[in-house]
């Protein structure tokens, strides 16, 4: 039945040297989401390089445009599926520089798997990585120990590899570390489980992605409706009448008869009905669906406004303080005027203040640094010319995150989150916080 | 994470459902965001679902926007007839660009091999700075090609309709950056996320009425370059080419000189289904002489504005 298939959205990061092109299209190779002719392809151009089996990797090869221009684009999307569950990848270089690239993947991942070289362990980069995960609040992340081939299988590489990884992790507030010890090249488990380790008792990489549990329960979280699109037939007949508030429920559950308040105006008024595309009156609407509301009061509202419930409502206010990435060429100062896209609002902003720059690998903080640069993570303090309903990204990653955008040429300058997802010092975890899962053989 | 902080099954959603609110919201991400949208319309299933998800989208009201079809001069005539009916139906606003003007006219021509698909970029240009829509929905699919795969939702388009890799922004959780300079454009690509499988299996559950070429049939054909081709007025069958009869169906739908139908004996969609989920060939590469050009080929056309 179709109807039981979930979708996971997952990131990977991790650079070539990681043999993360190997995994992706190991991945996709093992659960059939390869086609002949695409396989073709590469056995030929494989070929052609003088190899003497398919590279894999050659399935998530780059664009001659990227090639000619020095360039990579940042995100790569790839599907694959098993009779469970449906997957997107977003396939993410993993250099130095592209600490934008893993945010961008990370922002809209469930689950983010991060690679290292079981002979190198845990090195600057997974540190980033690690991160980066925990500053997007990734609720899962997959330690994936590859190269196992090349250290002989031995627990004893893989051990100390995942208890640093995993503590590390911890420390930085990721939710959940899952460690896999596995080889992408000959396949040890990434889909079938190894027959060389069987010191290992968990799932295979493949076993982990479909079992993860990654349904939220909505009714977990208040209920947030950013308004996209009223529409009002003013047809003749039947709807003649009709004003409803299109758009997705981004967090939480609405029913009819609800009592909720229109923000930034604070109106109030009653779900007269809820209607979910074509189908009227529906009795619940939960996240992520795109519904329509109906208010029983004919108020003011329009594109830009958040419908929530009266007793969890978001704060208003013009005053922001975030986490920051900085994503464009042209750095980030104190004094910028930009414009701020949260939800369906787009608002002039300012930016007050850089109150700190982040260094990634270390988590040292830096004050009032006089720009962020491109892959720079820092803490800034707007002033918008307008209120907005805000949550920290921390309580929910759809309200609590924002873009700043050039108003000039209209590009995409920065990645915002409200409040400070990331604590910056490492030495002291939140309290409750800890890793869970089963992170090595034994556990 | 522990079952008992699990949602209970009613406030779950399918992959379906999932894929479905997401097209939705970017359908009405761009209806509020841009002055003039158009949905590219070529009578083609991914173009079909398109509307059919703009239809849910802004119930009870009508779609806010209007179709633009490329027409090549060799599309099939049960694709056309489709497209006219749904127009009909729906009370749409259609704009057709026509190939065949432009090589009547002589501002086009017809290439040695016949196949038109590579003329469209010119008369899609056209119609797109003619008719100043700033924002057109395109039916393409992230799983389809290696460079639709570094495709963004919203993928920013100059002047010349020409997709630069460099100004491509990035796009980070459900926050669709559409700001575009006058004479600029977006395309928006609603069903990204989707896979064929995807397609068909809801086309099957929203019961999607489908031009009758999708289904198996019999029709005189000829082989050229490994597929089967239509014969008719556009240039085939050629000398030492034979036509036959076969039961076949056709994949993709586009330009008769190079879409290909496949063997098939699939005449309902749960056949279609299991058939696309057997399939050892991607779409494009069962169906596209035009892909087959180079390895590059679609990202060579994208760069020069094509769909």
């Known amino acids: 039945m179709t109807s039981e298939i979930s979708l996971l959205r997952l990131a990977t990061a991790g650079s070539v040297d990681d043999g993360k092109s190997t995994l992706v299209g190991r991945l996709l190779h093992d659960c059939k989401a390869v086609f002949a002719d695409q396989l073709d392809a590469v056995e030929r151009v494989s070929r052609e390089r003088g190899l003497s089996g398919a590279d894999l990797a050659l399935l998530t090869d780059g664009l001659r445009a990227e090639r000619e221009q020095g360039i990579t684009i940042d995100v790569a999307y790839r599907y694959f599926a098993t009779p469970r569950r449906r997957f997107i990848l977003a396939d993410t270089p993993g250099h130095v520089q592209?600490?934008?690239?893993?945010?961008?993947?990370?922002?809209?991942?469930?689950?983010?798997?991060?690679?290292?070289?079981?002979?190198?362990?845990?090195?600057?980069?997974?540190?980033?990585?690690?991160?980066?995960?925990?500053?997007?609040?990734?609720?899962?992340?997959?330690?994936?120990?590859?190269?196992?081939?090349?250290?002989?299988?031995?627990?004893?590489?893989?051990?100390?590899?995942?208890?640093?990884?995993?503590?590390?992790?911890?420390?930085?507030?990721?939710?959940?570390?899952?460690?896999?010890?596995?080889?992408?090249?000959?396949?040890?488990?990434?889909?079938?489980?190894?027959?060389?380790?069987?010191?290992?008792?968990?799932?295979?990489?493949?076993?982990h992605?479909?079992?993860?549990?990654?349904?939220?329960?909505?009714?977990?979280?208040?209920?947030?409706?950013?308004?996209?699109?009223?529409?009002?037939?003013?047809?003749?007949?039947?709807?003649?009448?009709?004003?409803?508030?299109?758009?997705?429920?981004?967090?939480?559950?609405?029913?009819?008869?609800?009592?909720?308040?229109?923000?930034?105006?604070?109106?109030?008024?009653?779900?007269?009905?809820?209607?979910?595309?074509?189908?009227?009156?529906?009795?619940?609407?939960?996240?992520?669906?795109?519904?329509?509301?109906?208010?029983?009061?004919?108020?003011?509202?329009?594109?830009?406004?958040?419908?929530?419930?009266?007793a969890h409502a978001p704060r208003?206010?013009?005053?922001?303080?975030?986490?920051?990435?900085?994503?464009?060429?042209?750095?980030?100062?104190?004094?910028?005027?930009?414009?701020?896209?949260?939800?369906?609002?787009?608002?002039?902003?300012?930016?007050?203040?850089?109150?700190?720059?982040?260094?990634?690998?270390?988590?040292?903080?830096?004050?009032?640094?006089?720009?962020?640069?491109?892959?720079?993570?820092?803490?800034?303090?707007?002033?918008?010319?307008?209120?907005?309903?805000?949550?920290?990204?921390?309580?929910?990653?759809?309200?609590?995150?924002?873009?700043?955008?050039?108003?000039?040429?209209?590009?995409?300058?920065?990645?915002?989150?409200?409040?400070?997802?990331?604590?910056?010092?490492?030495?002291?975890?939140?309290?409750?916080?800890?890793?869970?899962?089963?992170?090595?053989?034994?556990v | 994470m522990s079952v008992l902080t699990g949602a209970p099954s009613r406030l779950r959603q399918s992959h379906l459902d999932a894929l479905e609110s997401e097209a939705v919201h970017i359908f009405r991400e761009t209806a509020a965001e841009f002055e003039r949208p158009v949905l590219l319309f070529s009578g083609g299933k991914d173009s079909i679902l398109m509307l059919h998800l703009a239809l849910k989208a802004f119930w009870p009201a009508?779609?806010?926007?209007?179709?633009?079809?490329?027409?090549?001069?060799?599309?099939?005539?049960?694709?056309?007839?489709?497209?006219?009916?749904?127009?009909?139906?729906h009370g749409l606003r259609l704009t057709v660009a026509g190939v065949q003007d432009y090589i009547d006219d002589g501002r086009l021509t017809e290439r040695p091999d016949g196949t038109r698909n590579p003329l469209q970029t010119v008369p899609l240009l056209d119609?797109?700075?003619?008719?100043?829509?700033?924002?057109?929905?395109?039916?393409?699919?992230?799983?389809?090609?290696?460079?639709?795969?570094?495709?963004?939702v919203f993928s920013l388009r100059d002047e010349f309709g020409g997709w630069d890799p460099r100004r491509q922004r990035p796009e980070l959780w459900q926050l669709y950056n559409g700001r575009h300079r006058v004479g600029?454009?977006?395309?928006?690509?609603?069903?990204?996320?989707?896979?064929?499988?995807?397609?068909?299996?809801?086309?099957?559950?929203?019961?999607?009425?489908?031009?009758?070429?999708?289904?198996?049939h019999e029709r005189e054909v000829f082989s050229r370059d490994g597929m089967w081709l239509t014969a008719g007025g556009w240039g085939g069958p050629k000398d030492g080419e034979s036509v036959e009869r076969r039961m076949v169906r056709y994949r993709t739908v586009g330009d008769m000189s190079c879409t290909g139908a496949v063997d098939s004996d699939a005449v309902t969609i749960a056949q279609v289904i299991r058939e696309v989920a057997t399939s050892t060939l991607t779409e494009r590469g069962a169906t596209r002489a035009d892909d087959k050009l180079s390895e590059a080929a679609m990202e060579d056309r994208k760069r020069e504005g094509y769909f």
């Open chain 1, 98 to 207: 592209y600490t934008r690239n893993m945010v961008t993947g990370a922002s809209t991942a469930q689950l983010a798997v991060v690679l290292v070289d079981a002979r190198n362990g845990v090195v600057e980069q997974t540190r980033r990585h690690a991160a980066v995960a925990a500053l997007l609040r990734v609720p899962h992340v997959v330690l994936a120990v590859n190269k196992m081939d090349l250290v002989g299988y031995a627990e004893s590489v893989f051990a100390p590899i995942a208890d640093e990884f995993t503590a590390y992790a911890a420390r930085l507030g990721a939710p959940e570390v899952t460690a896999i010890p596995i080889s992408a090249l000959a396949g040890d488990n990434v889909v079938e489980p190894s027959a060389e380790m069987d010191w290992y008792g968990g799932p295979t990489l493949l076993e």
């Open chain 1, 209 to 310: 992605l479909e079992g993860v549990d990654v349904e939220q329960d909505p009714g977990a979280h208040p209920a947030r409706f950013p308004v996209q699109y009223v529409l009002r037939p003013q047809t003749p007949g039947e709807f003649r009448d009709y004003r409803g508030y299109a758009g997705q429920l981004v967090s939480g559950v609405l029913h009819p008869g609800e009592e909720v308040v229109v923000l930034p105006s604070g109106q109030r008024s009653t779900i007269a009905g809820i209607d979910r595309l074509g189908e009227q009156d529906v009795e619940v609407a939960f996240a992520p669906q795109s519904v329509t509301l109906r208010l029983a009061d004919d108020l003011d509202v329009s594109r830009g406004d958040v419908i929530a419930p009266v």
């Open chain 1, 316 to 442: 208003v206010t013009q005053d922001v303080s975030a986490t920051v990435c900085h994503l464009a060429a042209r750095p980030l100062r104190p004094g910028d005027r930009v414009l701020l896209r949260h939800g369906t609002r787009t608002v002039k902003a300012m930016v007050r203040s850089l109150d700190s720059r982040l260094d990634i690998d270390t988590l040292a903080a830096e004050p009032a640094p006089p720009a962020l640069s491109v892959n720079e993570i820092g803490r800034v303090t707007l002033r918008t010319a307008a209120p907005l309903p805000l949550d920290d990204y921390t309580a929910d990653r759809r309200t609590g995150s924002f873009l700043l955008i050039d108003e000039s040429d209209g590009a995409t300058l920065t990645a915002g989150m409200v409040g400070a997802p990331l604590g910056t010092d490492p030495g002291h975890a939140a309290p409750g916080q800890s890793a869970t899962g089963p992170v090595a053989a034994g």
């Open chain 2, 62 to 89: 009508p779609v806010p926007f209007g179709l633009l079809h490329v027409d090549t001069g060799h599309n099939f005539d049960e694709v056309i007839a489709y497209r006219d009916r749904t127009v009909a139906r």
């Open chain 2, 127 to 152: 119609a797109i700075t003619t008719n100043r829509f700033d924002a057109v929905f395109g039916g393409g699919r992230r799983d389809e090609e290696k460079a639709r795969a570094k495709e963004r």
């Open chain 2, 184 to 216: 600029e454009h977006v395309r928006v690509f609603p069903l990204s996320n989707w896979t064929e499988l995807d397609v068909w299996q809801y086309i099957e559950r929203e019961g999607i009425e489908l031009p009758e070429i999708y289904f198996a």
